[in-house]
């Protein structure tokens, strides 16, 4: 084994004669030091071989293998597979997780983030709230320079890095797979569009449209929290419309909203995908119980949650770092399934 | 607000006029501390008020606040829901989650134990690995004092506590309900017959036949990993059984199977539950989608989550001891829906 001894400060202080004070904020690019200095020391600290980390972490008294998760809801199919993924990884690479749910509360995830802060995570991982609309609470990592990284649900910020799948082009995949089957009065439901998975599925949705010289209806978009309940009134909805009124195809942003309302229309006598194709996302379980099976888009949350776990853990290891790369796309995929495909004989 | 300040072993020294270290020894029951010393000590400590956890957790050197929890697979409908209710509780006592998954292995689930002490946890949860025959490895946990509550996939041990559902009843109100259908024939899907889960179901399913004067037969036990794929090849191998020898209800351990049974069995153009009733166990969301609507045992994830973290939380801050309570069992309920109701016309 190695016994090669780290390089600290104090080595780049006395390589380059200066203080150990001004090698640290040298680092820290502190507007006290001049930029030539500034660059002299990154210099040196390139040289000697010192590890950018180690300076980030030596702002705390030590390192605690402890990553912090912040969720919205742990009971979701979704944030389970994603949590599976990160366990998985952090256990490879020898840190534990620390999780909290937000319940989509803004306070909540102020509270979370005070409390994670205060465990001295070495690093955090974040999806965010529904409610919460500025991440001025994760300042103190910011400042201190931990590591933070968004997922699925996330935000920019200059010293973190998000990793999310290309929700436009999903959704602009779906789209076009329902107007190639025919489909003219695409009906879209979407969630809060303040959050970037929900607003940039409803932008592949227009954009699939413009493309295919479809005109956008505002009437066609519905927005709620794509529950059971919200599936079930969306099915309401479309059967007091006017016939000519009727979508041919609804796109869900979400499994669960797609199939309350296909059990309800089904149940109202209306024949999917003859009447009216259906698209999901997610990949849930039960996209492929209902009958028909729900075309939809896998969403990898497994490989998001490694994904997000080994960028954290590299960064940490000064291997990469998180201050270079600014968003991080996963692939995800159509999967056509019956409840879409009007054109072969319905099973 | 109260000052009364906490005792400490020191005020019990003083008021016996002997040394620290023989107190702590003492209420440790250190052999080296002779019978009637022991006494006086415990007696003295009742006294005035010194509280037994304190002196628990002083063996360490302080409160983390942590608690650790261990579970088979953290990507199942019935763990998120279990999750979801810890934390829950945990941050409303004050206490944080670090979680790990065993994925079902012994050797995993020992490291993991073996984590959750290093990391000094305040306290674990855990729910037992599919191969794990022993539970020595938390004999660390034991011997130190430090809470082991096992949930869900439980072992019995002097110095901890259970948190299960009555495995027994539900599986046996299930049998019950199938026999009260009309069934005389009812094929039982289980699971690793060495955890209590599915051996308390068999139970249950043969203590109902029998109550019922209907005899057991072992080709109608078929025990696998419940997974999608041993659904379908159940429903393989019910379809090439002579007429008289198919079954006429099927009761699964879990939802994924007894779904992708009947979802193959309904191919093969079978009737359910005309031909085959079916009924589960979990309360999925599958069940709520597969048609007919599967009958099954709702299974309060959250609450177990919630009761596990409470009563930890409890014995942490010395209200109630673990030690004193073997098992805690919780409601669950058998919710009948059309899978199995061969009485009423078929939808």
Chains 1, 2 share one sequence.
Not at 49 to 58: E, H, L, Q, V
């Amino acid at each position: 084994m190695s016994e090669e001894k780290e390089v600290t400060i104090y080595d780049i202080a006395r390589h380059l004669n200066i203080s150990a004070t001004t090698v640290s904020r040298g680092l820290k690019d502190h507007p006290t030091i001049n930029i030539k200095t500034r660059r002299k020391i990154a210099e040196a600290a390139r040289q000697l071989g010192y590890r950018s980390n180690t300076f980030a972490s030596s702002l705390r008294s030590k390192r605690t293998q402890t990553l912090g998760v912040i969720v919205p809801r742990l009971n979701s199919n979704f944030m389970s597979s994603v949590l599976a993924g990160m366990e998985n990884a952090a256990s490879r690479e020898g840190y534990n997780l620390i999780i909290a749910q937000s319940l989509e509360r803004a306070d909540k995830e102020m509270d979370n983030a005070q409390t994670m802060f205060n465990k001295r995570v070495d690093g955090l991982l974040v999806s965010l709230a529904y409610g919460t609309e500025s991440i001025r609470h994760f300042d103190d990592f910011f400042s201190r320079k931990i590591p933070v990284i968004f997922f699925d649900r996330v935000a920019v910020h200059p010293e973190s890095t998000s990793i999310i799948i290309d929700n436009h082009a999903a959704a602009y995949q779906v789209t076009q797979h329902l107007i190639e089957q025919g489909c003219k009065r695409i009906m879209h439901l979407g969630g809060n569009m303040a959050l970037n998975v929900y607003s940039e599925r409803l932008r592949g949705y227009k954009q699939a449209l413009r493309d295919h010289k479809i005109a956008f209806d505002e009437k066609l978009v519905l927005t709620g929290n794509l529950s059971e309940d919200f599936g079930a009134s969306t099915a309401a909805h479309i059967l007091q419309l006017k016939h000519k009124e009727r979508p041919d195809a609804v796109f869900s942003a979400n499994d669960t909203a797609a199939v309350y309302c296909m059990i309800a229309l089904k149940q109202a006598g209306l024949s999917i995908p003859k009447d009216i194709a259906f698209a999901g996302f997610n990949n849930d379980p039960i996209s492929k119980v209902i009958e028909p099976n729900l075309t939809t888009v896998n969403y990898p949350g497994y490989n998001m949650g490694q994904a997000a776990v080994n960028t954290l853990a590299s960064h940490l290891n000064g291997e990469t770092s998180i201050t270079d790369t600014n968003t991080i796309v996963l692939r995800s995929e159509l999967i056509v399934r019956d409840s879409s495909q009007k054109n072969i004989p319905s099973r």
